[in-house]
Every structure is written in C-alpha cells, then in structure tokens.
C-alpha cells in the first residue's frame, strides 16, 4: 500500500479537515455502488477508507508519522525487537542492550520463519520435532505463521516462556454478536412494515435484498440463515434482523390519518401487561 497521505491525494502536514475533504470526494467516485464492474475502483476505495481511518486517528497518526507503524497499523518491528537489519538468516540479527541478553532484530519481518525465531529464542526443547517450521505450533498451538499484531511493544530477553496474543475486536456500527448468530437493528418505514416490502439490508458480507411480511410491528424479528459466525464444529450462525417502524417526525398527513383512524381504537396492545 502506498503511503497513506498520497493515497489520499493531501501533503504529510494536512489538517483534519483536508484529508475529510479529500476522502469525501474520493470515497464519492470510488463506491462500490458506483462502480459495480469495476473491481479495481472496490479495492481503491477499500484503500482509501483505510488510510482516513487511520490518519483520523490522532494517535495513531503519530505513531505512522513517526515511522513506528505501517500503512496496515502494524508496529514496523513487531514484539519490540530493537537493533539493527540485516547480518541473520530471515533478516535478522541478535543485538546487545536488552534487559537480560539479547535482542532480535526481525528486519524483513513477513519474510521470517517465526517458528525458527521463536525455537531460537525458547529452545527446540519446546517444539515437538513433527511440528518445526509449522510456525507457532509449538508454542501455545496457534499452528500458523505469526502476523504482526497491534499492541504495546514488548521485548523478549531469551530463556523458556509462552508468548500471550491478546485478541481485541472492535465494536461495529450496527451488527453485534449473539453466540454465533448476527444481530441488526432494521428501520423500516410506516408504509413498508403495514404493507409488506422488499428491501435491501447490509450483512457481514454485504447487502441482500430481504421480504417484510405484510403487517410486520416493531420487534419482529426476521432471520437469514447462515450470515452469522461460522462454528467451531462446521456451519454457520444466522443474521437476526429486528425491524422498528421508523415514524418520520412533524409530518401532517400521518398526524391526520391517525386522527381519523377509527379501525382500531378499541383494541388495547397493552392488555397482556395487565393495564
């Protein structure tokens, strides 16, 4: 990815409202709904929001332009590892100065062999002899090859040990997790929910079109099958849709059909709650 304050067409030293300009206009001919046979546009603009993202965010911009993270927001050197590139296979090289022996420079850091660092730093003792050069397998069975991860940086002395990944995910605008399953909160409007509609909703692997039966209330509760979680045994949770009537405020020909609506004055919603 190429340098985020050219991707976004402003100088390093631009201001916020700048780079919200100049996202503005990108993300506006870049849409993906504007340009449905044009994948190249779709991974622009996926670059495009990264970069606002990140350089939105005070610190985190810092860090990027104090060289400390990458385009990604991956620290440069993950885990810490100081001294200098170059001289050790992968990249590496081991350095003087840290609290209790040496410190590893990754250099090159996508290119490395992580098990072979880790085996390095903990002992080959620690990592079963069928499962070398398989990555983390040996140690606290991630069995993969490590990414950097973002977090505070942390410097390894040498000596036996388990390196702890935390995991934090973020909250989203609208989608939040029940156990496997998906949950959304829909507005839909007056006429759409008595009626009955066909409309369009986003999921976690985009938009969809979905049906509202005719008669649908606040609280009903429609269910996609298999746009959740996937599970740990096989298959996949469900996308809960819960639907609220959205009421547009101040408009007088809805005040006026409810005043001479006279269908349904004596029926009490209420009555199962015992008022």
Do not use: C
């Not at 990815?1 to 050219?6: F, G, H, I, R, V």
């Not at 090859?145 to 995910?169: F, H, L, M, N």
């Not at 938009?207 to 599970?231: Q, W, Y």
């Amino acid at each position: 990815m190429a340098d985020l304050y050219s991707t976004l067409g402003v100088a390093r030293g631009a201001d916020e409202a700048s780079i919200k300009k100049a996202y503005r206009k990108l993300a506006k001919e870049l849409h993906p709904d504007r340009n449905t046979d044009n994948p190249k546009a779709a991974a622009r603009f996926s670059e495009v929001t990264q970069a606002y993202d990140l350089l939105m965010d005070k610190d985190k911009r810092a860090q990027y332009d104090r060289g400390e993270i990458d385009e990604q927001g991956n620290p440069k050197m993950p885990f810490g590892f100081g001294g200098q590139r170059g001289g050790g296979p992968g990249g590496f090289r081991p350095t003087r100065g840290a609290p209790g022996g040496d410190a590893f420079d990754f250099g090159d850091a996508a290119a490395a062999d992580f098990g072979d660092i880790f085996e390095g730093i903990f002992g080959a003792s620690r990592q079963p002899q069928s499962s070398q050069r398989s990555g983390f397998s040996g140690f606290g069975g991630f069995g993969a090859r490590a990414k950097p991860q973002k977090g505070a940086d942390v410097v390894y002395p040498g000596g036996p040990g388990d390196a702890t990944v935390s995991i934090e995910v973020k909250p989203h605008r609208f989608f939040t997790r029940d156990g496997d399953d998906v949950r959304l909160d829909l507005p839909v409007r007056l006429d759409e929910a008595v009626l009955g509609a066909r409309i369009k909703l986003p999921t976690v692997e985009g938009a969809v079109m979905m049906t509202i039966p005719e008669g649908s209330t606040s609280g009903k509760v429609l269910r996609l099958k298999g746009r959740g979680f996937h599970k740990r045994g096989g298959g996949r949770g469900d996308q809960l849709v819960t639907l609220m009537v959205d009421l547009p405020a101040d408009d007088e020909a809805l005040k006026q059909f409810a005043e001479s609506w006279t269908g349904d004055e004596q029926r009490n919603p209420r009555a199962n709650l015992g008022v």
